[in-house]
């Protein structure tokens, strides 16, 4: 989606819409953000025009990843307990606010309920994690 960050136009008014925080989530989420020349001039924020367009374009060059793999090396926490893979229990984990079922390492000890595990692997709808330490 593109998003306008458009300059003031009522007399006293030196607000603008989004600060830069702001963009980089919404950057980070996909978007396109543009901030007309001149928002925040009122009261001296060309600079913040500046900021708000220099981190637009670092966010364009970063590299994004997207979808399961990209959860790969982030800590996940485990919402049940999870055992080895040799027994028939699969446990579940939240990582980036999702619930996924999962799976130890081969050779892992069993992780108890609330540990924190780094994802390593996945496999279908299934992440292969390890203790985290």
Not at 18 to 32: D, K, M, N, T, Y
Not at 39 to 52: D, K, N, T
Not at 79 to 90: A, K, R, Y
Not at 91 to 106: D, S, T, Y
Request: charged share 20%.
């Amino acid at each position: 989606m593109l998003i306008g960050v458009p300059k003031e136009i009522k007399t006293h008014e030196y607000r603008v819409g989004l600060v830069p925080g702001s963009v980089r989530e919404l950057l980070h989420h996909g978007h396109q953000v543009v901030v007309e020349k001149g928002a925040g001039a009122g009261i001296g924020f060309g600079i913040i025009s500046f900021g708000l367009a220099w981190i637009a374009l670092r966010a364009r060059r970063a590299k994004r990843l997207i979808g399961p793999q990209a959860m790969v090396g982030h800590t996940a926490i485990a919402m049940t307990p999870i055992m080895p893979v040799g027994q028939d229990v699969v446990g579940q984990v939240e990582v980036r606010g999702e619930i996924w079922r999962a799976m130890l390492v081969p050779g892992e000890a069993p992780v108890a309920k609330g540990a924190q595990v780094t994802v390593r692997g996945v496999h279908d709808l299934t992440l292969t994690v390890s203790a985290k330490g």
